[in-house]
């Protein structure tokens, strides 16, 4: 029996489109670059190369993946190990909940959507404008992404010793400069929306630093993603949104498109 019906395929030749997927695949390299630490961090840490792949391929999140072998590097227990990386990786969750709706994919895709659904690929996806746009920006991150970092984790595992630590080539910072690129957009104009993300970001920053030091890893973030929850909750609905606001689904309707 086939899956159920899928949204279209995403039109390469739809500028908004080709522009999901130029920034699909600068943060892609940006973060798949990063896999080397963490494939030279693995194997220092007691792991062979085919317990690394493995955990990098199913686990496939990056937060979790290095909260694990810094555990295990340190002596940790298997349980310890499990609740660390486990409570990195719940952000992903509250993610799927948001690009549900946005992807609205079927049968044996969901089940790869959810696989695929990490910091990166919800970013990207969200960042757009457009439901083909968004779709796009998904999946070519996600697989990217995916395709990259277990590649990289291969070649640091492989090459950890002589690449020394991948800190003094910038890896580290190079994640994090995807994201900030990806949200200066949204908190640099002079909207509505924009004044509202801007105090988002800096509550959810303020209560990740305040809890960093009294809490287990993975605590400041879920922390912070719950206040920015209920912070877009509790603010009141403006039809006049720009459009660099937050996507919803019930809006996500363009020429010869539904949101079924």
């Known amino acids: 029996m086939s899956d159920s019906p899928t949204a279209p395929v995403p039109d390469r030749r739809d500028p908004a489109v080709r522009a999901a997927i130029r920034t699909a695949l600068s943060v892609s ?20 190369l085919p317990q690394t792949m493995v955990l990098s391929l199913v686990m496939f999140s990056g937060g979790s993946q290095f909260a694990a072998v810094g555990v295990l590097g340190a002596g940790g227990a298997v349980g310890a190990v499990v609740a660390t990386a486990g409570l990195l990786g719940a952000r992903n969750g509250l993610y799927g909940v948001q690009v549900s709706g946005l992807l609205d994919a079927r049968g044996w895709r969901r089940l790869l959507a959810a696989h695929l659904t990490i910091d990166e690929s919800t970013a990207v996806g969200t960042a757009q404008r457009t439901p083909a ?15 990259l970092w277990n ?4 070649a640091g595992a492989l090459l950890g010793d002589a690449l ?13 400069a995807a994201f900030l690129a990806l949200l200066w957009p949204r908190v640099t104009g002079h909207d509505r929306a924009a004044r509202t993300a801007r105090w988002v970001a800096l509550a959810a ?28 909750v509790l603010t009141p609905g403006d039809d006049e949104r720009s459009p660099e606001a937050t996507i919803r689904p019930d809006r996500l309707t363009g020429p010869g498109e539904d949101t079924r």
């Open 133 to 147: 746009a968004i779709r796009a920006g998904f999946w070519w991150t996600g697989a990217g992404v995916f395709v």
């Open 29 to 48: 390299v940006a973060t798949g670059l990063y896999g080397v630490s963490f494939g030279a961090l693995a194997v220092a840490a007691g792991l062979d």
């Open 205 to 232: 920053a303020a209560s990740a630093l305040l809890l960093t030091p009294v809490v287990p890893a993975g605590v400041p973030v879920l922390g912070a993603a719950v206040l920015a929850l209920v912070i877009g």
């Open 151 to 154: 590649a990289f984790t291969l």
């Open 164 to 176: 020394g630590d991948p800190r003094r080539y910038g890896l580290d910072a190079a994640a994090a």
